[in-house]
């Protein structure tokens, strides 16, 4: 868990910095319409930190919920460079500018933070351990194009290869769990398994053995965004369990090429809400083997950003919590009864004679 004490102004200010390094400052401007996401973030940013402050009285929920979100990308931003805080440590784990711009445009952003989001989880898992993107490793004969995104541990013999992709729906058709799965195994038959199939063939030359292929594939965009209520006052947006072991029913029932991929990972976000504010975001996962000989070195466990208000003021957020693993709901509910003082019931004082 990463824990810091500092203000909203320089909270944003250090959010703001990460993009304009990867940016190269003034290279271009954000208002651009090949930016859109990016410039809601700068915003949303800017207003929060001439605030100083986050409060429904100020934001609207989607706006909280932006912040958050922009957090947690910035975290893995952070965390891809090999830095321990919110900073760039180093920009080559990252990417040349030109590499870095093209994929903060709107078609790749969200592919780009997703991929950022695994690179930063394996180094604050494993410090001292640095991957990058295998486009970017001039040690690898051209083209690099076609390669998966990491191979781990970069320097062994043996490794494990990572992919990381997002699927979207299709804006004029169906987006059924069916069409979903029909989805799955076509990314992971027809673009993950050449891009492991590329990868082994330039990493073979190098005296590497591949021991395991992992798929990343974030399906955040194919989940309901209405939030369905759990308990006492907690909605929860985003897949449902059971809608989840539905949809790997679903792709394990379809002819996906085992010999391709060893292991598809699927991850997806959930939004839990209480009453107005934004609580939390999880980046869940599920892991589904498809070859039983496969080892596994990687076990990702995703992500959770966590925001809570006090007992005096349940509008606005004053506390926020950054963790490697995805929290579960009841410690979520947890942190915020402990925040606001309602994780217990007091009664009246009793004298001992009364007992």
């Not at 390669?147 to 804006?171: G, N, T, W």
Request: hydrophobic share 35%; with cysteine; charged share 30%.
């Amino acid at each position: 868990m990463i824990s810091r004490n500092t203000t909203y102004r320089e909270l944003c200010e250090q959010m703001l910095d990460i993009y304009r390094a990867l940016l190269a400052d003034s290279a271009l401007k954000l208002d651009d319409s090949e930016f859109n996401t990016l410039s809601e973030s700068k915003r949303i940013l800017e207003e929060v930190k001439e605030s100083n402050k986050l409060s429904a009285e100020l934001f609207s929920s989607e706006e909280i919920f932006t912040f958050l979100r922009t957090l947690l990308d910035s975290y893995g931003i952070a965390s891809a460079s090999g830095s321990d805080d919110l900073t760039i440590f180093d920009m080559t784990l990252i990417g040349r500018k030109s590499y870095r711009i093209g994929n903060l445009k709107e078609d790749h952003v969200r592919d780009f933070h997703f991929s950022k989001l695994f690179q930063g989880w394996w180094h604050s898992k494993h410090k001292g351990d640095r991957i990058k993107d295998l486009a970017l490793d001039s040690r690898l004969e051209e083209p690099r194009s076609r390669l998966c995104d990491y191979a781990i541990p970069p320097e062994d013999s043996d490794i494990e290869l990572v992919e990381c992709k997002r699927i979207h729906p299709h804006p004029l058709k169906s987006s059924s769990f069916e069409d979903l799965a029909d989805k799955i195994v076509d990314k992971t038959n027809n673009e993950a398994g050449v891009q492991f199939s590329e990868t082994e063939k330039k990493l073979s030359q190098q005296g590497k053995r591949i021991f395991c292929k992992d798929f990343l594939l974030d399906i955040s965009y194919y989940s309901n965004p209405e939030a369905k209520k759990v308990d006492n006052g907690f909605e929860v947006s985003g897949f449902a369990n059971e809608e989840i072991d539905h949809i790997k029913d679903l792709v394990l029932s379809r002819s996906v090429n085992k010999g391709l991929v060893d292991r598809i990972v699927l991850c997806w976000s959930q939004v839990v809400y209480k009453g107005e504010l934004p609580m939390a975001i999880r980046q869940q996962v599920l892991p589904m083997l498809l070859n039983g000989q496969a080892k596994d070195i990687v076990n990702y466990q995703g992500w959770t950003v966590e925001a809570y208000p006090r007992k005096e003021d349940l509008r606005s957020i004053v506390e926020i919590r950054v963790s490697t693993c995805a929290r579960g709901l009841p410690w979520i509910k947890l942190g915020y009864h402990s925040k606001t003082d309602s994780l217990l019931k007091w009664g009246r004082a009793e004298r001992l004679s009364e007992l």
